[in-house]
């Protein structure tokens, strides 16, 4: 079967993934039922009804029927997801952990789990527990060794500059213009998740053009985020009622036209020509004997043998990334990054130097 890209199916999850050819997706974000085991309906103190998740697609008899569906799609799910492709896993206190250990025993890595903190959670109104404030996402590959999308710079610039965090606040529930009504103004879908939350998924974790998957699609978030952002997407759904509103929202999403150096995030670190330390010595950009500060620290110092490795202050040698690590205690360290030469009374970093090697030589080139 072709993938069905920028399409909802409708369908049985596990039966449609399972037609999908093997590998073929990038990213997947999945909003499975939550199995919440409400058994009775909830009221607030003024004995007014909260307008809970009661759906009979969240009911399960069982944990153990729960386990075996949750291993299924799962399973499903990892049979399509590319080498270098991720999963994205959100649930709650009821279902999380179950999903976690499921997860792990079926050979994917956990790299995070990430804390959605609500701004505007619902309250326990009989004040017999916390307020449930958050939600877990569990993000994994498909193997403990496989490389992966994740677009580092990028979520640098949606936290000042600094690295994004597994906490994630400020999201609040989708609410107001966000938030689908049917015809008699009420909830269109019990658990639709905001814009702003799959908004740092999808970027995190994807790249333009890149296939996103949503088996539980709902009402239709993955798919318009997705859109917007110039992913392709497919979603799969069991409820012909929530196709039909999440498709007559995707349809709404009106994308700007895609320029390739506006929307791809990647660190240009990353896309451009690798350049060996050895070929700033050789070039005479740094001198063989100079000396290099570590951290601009003065008394960390080391000097640039011939053969382009660091003879440090206390005896060690090695590359710029291992001279670094000795001076962090064994900590991984970027040496292009903490290494520094003293010039004209202020402090350049080696990265500098790489860069404007990087520069003369495009010059060159051309």
Known sequence: MELPINKIVHGDCIEVMNSFPESSIDLI???????????????????????AVTDEWDKFDSFEAYDRFTEEWLSACRRVLKPTGTIWVIGSYHNIFRVGAIMQDLGYWILNDVVWVKTNPMPNFRGVRFTNAHETLIWASKGRR?????????????????????????????????????????????????????????????????????????????????????????????????????????EWVQPELFHNEVFNIKSKKKTEKRIPFSALVEGGYLKPGQVLYFRQNKNQTARIKPDSRLRTSDGFEGSIHQAGSHYMNGSPCNGWEHWFVNENGGFVSLDEFRQRFRNESNNIDG
């Open 29 to 51: 974000f999945a909003d499975p039922p939550y199995n919440l085991q409400l058994q009775n309906e909830l009221h607030r103190p003024n004995m007014t009804k909260v307008d």
């Open 146 to 250: 496989h490389k992966y999308t994740f677009n580092h710079q990028g979520m640098k610039g949606l936290n000042h500059e600094k690295q994004m965090r597994s906490d994630w606040w400020l999201i609040p529930l989708a609410t107001g213009a966000e938030r689908l009504r049917d015809e008699n103004g009420d909830k269109a879908h019990s658990t639709q998740k905001p814009e702003a939350l799959l908004y740092r998924v999808i970027l995190s974790s994807s790249d333009p053009e890149d296939i996103v998957l949503d088996p539980f699609i709902g009402s239709g978030t993955t798919g318009a985020v997705a859109k917007l952002l110039h992913r392709n997407w497919i979603g799969i759904e069991k409820n012909e009622k929530y196709i039909k509103m999440a498709q007559k929202r995707i």
